[in-house]
């Protein structure tokens, strides 16, 4: 099955990234879930199932062209950011993602225009690989 990102590309352009969503980011979504499970299993059981959903229907792709963002199982949203028009790339990391090794990739463009990659492992090292490409 192809994927959003791969029917998106253009001829001639090239993926040079394309991360995933860190595992590291669903240990707070089992935590919580699995601190409720002893009170009510339902409401565990949605923390846990949507964290997974989440990070199965969230694409990130970067190519010599533009930053894409993906989101959504059912219904869909996109984000897309030409290349060219990239001001400013920035690392988010939490005390959580610090200690995991992930955080959150904000690139911002001309105007008031942002695409956000969430908790994506990593993250120092994509922003300086797209610094090097911009």
């Known amino acids: ?10 001829e001639g ?18 935590v919580i879930g699995l601190g409720l499970a002893p009170f009510t299993f339902g409401i565990s059981l949605v923390f ?3 964290a997974h959903l ?20 059912i219904a869909r949203s996109t984000d897309e950011l030409l290349m060219k028009k990239v001001e400013g790339v920035d690392v988010k990391q939490g005390i959580q ?6 955080g959150d990739i904000v690139f911002t463009g001309t105007g008031n225009q942002s695409v956000v990659f969430k908790m994506v492992p990593n993250p120092i090292a994509l922003k300086n690989q797209i610094q090097a490409i911009i």
């Open 48 to 50: 846990i199932v949507g």
């Open 13 to 30: 352009e090239s993926l040079i990234a394309n991360p995933k969503t860190s595992k590291w980011a669903l240990v707070g979504p089992y």
């Open 1 to 10: 099955m192809a994927t959003y990102v791969s029917k998106s590309l253009t």
């Open 97 to 102: 993602g610090r200690i995991f090794g992930y």
């Open 54 to 73: 989440y990070r199965w229907s969230t694409e990130y792709a970067i190519t010599d062209k533009k930053i894409l963002n993906k989101r959504g199982l």
